[in-house]
């Protein structure tokens, strides 16, 4: 039936429905690439393959070539040390496609906070894994700093874009939740496989660090195979995570740092992550026009700032944890990327969504990953976005930021009384400023009239900074914060996420580069950031809606000699 159902579409269906979408591409309603990607699906459905320009384009690694990379501060980082290299021929013989898990109810795998766990056995065996993984030789696929090590080529550019003279980097864009998930993935299913069959099911824990209770280092990774010796020990139990942590312990009591932490979440999650790029990060595509840079909230915080507040101070990078090349190494780096996964959901879960984009692009970009039976797989996109399919689950956690809107320091109303006195600088795009010090200007802004118009904006639009050409030089690690109708720099200055005038935080973390780099497009050296901020449930919140213009006050907080930034201004885009 389905050979018959395959010809009559090959001999006579398509050929019919290939006509229509040609002709009915010239007018304008539905536009074109929409009738693209449906004929591009057509044809993969008949044919069972995608187009050969689809393969010949999509964004993925050349992993035939592993370069030798280099942290920032210059010293090699040596990812590729135990990676084979193939050819092109040898990849095509030796990888195969992705294909879903079979489970069922009673053996799928069951991720649990961290703090919940007492289970002395489940950690025993946790260990006793993670300890003969760190005992294989380095060429061995499943060895513990050989799995560190992919990370490592993926953040530091070890590998070029497949067809393209140009470094692949997982980070800062929408590639970032994708790509962890399957690392994630194929870690915790080799971790099962060594502890053998009793264990098939084993599931990694994941760090609660948005719930009081899990605010601190797991003691679970404080013994054993899953300690790690480069971490920061005044930042040990029991002290409480500073989830927007850049270099520096601010001196809050553990209540305000909880309180602190809620509100961030809330902002990260929620009022700052109404539309899809906000939330995934900028859509990212292959070869230098598709080139981009821009972190989702949850991957600036609080993921770079636990990661940077995990590792050790005194290390030029805050290795390991703080660094990109090095963060693997550390055991609590997979229960940090099992709760942003989880948070990925969860986001989903918030708003409704079922796909981020319907874009060929997206589903295709591709990755290589070693699974259990050391077999190398090409991991798609597309595989990795309904969780459902993966044979893994997430106990549910509370979400007490939810609750945790922050409200107005100042009054709205006497706030713009007092804003009003200001001198207006006369704002026209700041023409360019380095970030040595606080600054505010007016940001114009365009007020929706008419009652439709705005019901309709508030459903579908949101409202956003853009703070563009953001030149970090050598990328470094840089942090500054974005404030809205703050009274004064003095406030601002004194201030985070827990006041509603706080729009968020730019935070890179230090990522690695590969030095001959400087002859290619490299993003973080070669092209410039931009940093989005959601602020239409601020603007509510501010009584400013109907303002035809904002104050946006800058706060660095430190890394940010020899940066700058081009300007600053305010834009509407439809949420998804
Ligand atoms: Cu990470």
């Known amino acids: 039936m389905e050979n018959f159902l395959r010809y009559a579409a090959t001999r006579v269906i398509l050929p019919v429905i290939f006509i229509t979408l040609l002709l009915t591409s010239f007018s304008v309603d539905p536009p074109l690439p929409a009738v693209k990607q449906k004929a591009q699906t057509l044809f993969r459905w008949v044919f069972g393959f995608s187009t050969v320009e689809q393969r010949r384009t999509s964004l993925g690694p050349n992993v035939t070539k592993c370069q030798a990379s280099f942290s920032d501060a210059d010293a090699p980082v040596n990812c590729c040390a ?43 065996r946790y260990r006793r894994a993670t300890e003969y993984l760190k005992n294989l030789p380095l060429n061995h696929p499943h060895n513990f700093a050989r799995q560190a090590n992919m990370h490592c080529m993926y953040c530091t550019g070890a590998y070029d874009q497949v067809n393209y003279d140009m470094v692949l980097k997982i980070h800062r864009t929408r590639l970032f939740f994708p790509w962890h998930r399957a690392y994630l993935y194929f870690h915790e299913r080799i971790l099962a496989k060594v502890m053998g069959e009793e264990d098939d099911n084993f599931a990694v824990p994941y760090w609660n660090w948005d719930v009081p209770e899990g605010m601190y280092m797991p003691e679970m990774f404080m013994e054993g195979s899953l300690y790690h010796f480069n971490r920061e020990e005044t930042h040990f139990p029991p002290l409480v995570t500073q989830n927007d942590f850049y270099r520096t312990d601010n001196n809050l009591t553990s209540e305000e740092r909880v309180e602190a932490n809620l509100a961030l979440m809330y ?55 703080g660094a990109f090349y090095s963060a693997a190494r550390d055991p609590l780096f997979y229960s940090h990327h099992a709760n942003i996964d989880r948070l990925w959901d969860v986001w989903r879960d918030l708003y409704d969504y079922k796909l981020e984009w319907d874009d060929p692009d997206w589903f295709e970009s591709f990755f290589y990953f070693y699974d259990e039976n050391m077999q190398l797989v090409r991991v798609k ?9 993966l044979g893994y689950r997430y106990v549910e956690s509370p979400t007490p930021w939810l609750n945790h809107r ?89 201030s985070d996420a827990r006041v509603r005038e706080y729009a968020g935080s730019f935070l890179t973390m230090r990522s690695g580069k590969r030095l001959d780099t400087a002859t290619k497009i490299e993003g973080s050296t070669k092209l410039k950031t931009t ?22 006050t800058v706060v660095p907080r430190g890394g940010v000699t020899g940066v700058s930034i081009e300007g600053i201004k305010i834009e509407k885009s439809k949420r998804r």
């Open 381 to 389: 996109v597309s595989d990795m976005l309904d969780r459902t399919k």
């Open 531 to 552: 940093f989005k901020i959601g602020i239409s449930e601020i603007l509510e919140d501010l009584e400013a809606v109907d303002d035809d213009s904002i104050w946006v």
């Open 406 to 494: 922050p409200k107005p320091l100042v009054k709205p109303r006497l706030a713009k009384k007092a804003l009003a006195k200001k001198t207006d600088t006369g704002y026209v795009g700041l023409g360019g400023r380095t970030l040595d010090s606080t600054f505010t200007v007016r940001v114009p802004r365009t007020v929706t009239v008419g009652k439709e118009m705005r019901r309709k904006e508030k459903e579908e639009v949101e409202e956003m900074i853009v703070v563009y050409g953001i030149d970090a030089g050598d990328d470094v690690a840089v942090r500054f914060d974005v404030f809205v109708n703050m009274i004064d720099e003095a406030t601002a200055i004194a």
């Open 82 to 124: 135990g990676v084979p290299s193939f050819t092109e021929e040898e990849l095509l013989a030796t990888a195969v496609d992705f294909k879903f898990p079979e489970f069922n109810s009673s053996n799928i795998r069951v991720r649990r906070p961290v703090h919940t766990i007492k289970d002395q056995d489940y950690i025993a």
């Open 267 to 321: 902002v990260q999650m929620v009022s700052g992550a109404r539309s899809t790029e906000l939330f995934m990060g900028c859509p990212v595509k292959p070869g230098p026009a598709g080139w981009c840079m821009g972190l989702g909230t949850l991957e600036m915080y609080p993921h770079n700032s636990i990661h940077s507040w995990t590792g050790k101070l005194a290390n030029p990078e805050r290795e390991d944890m």
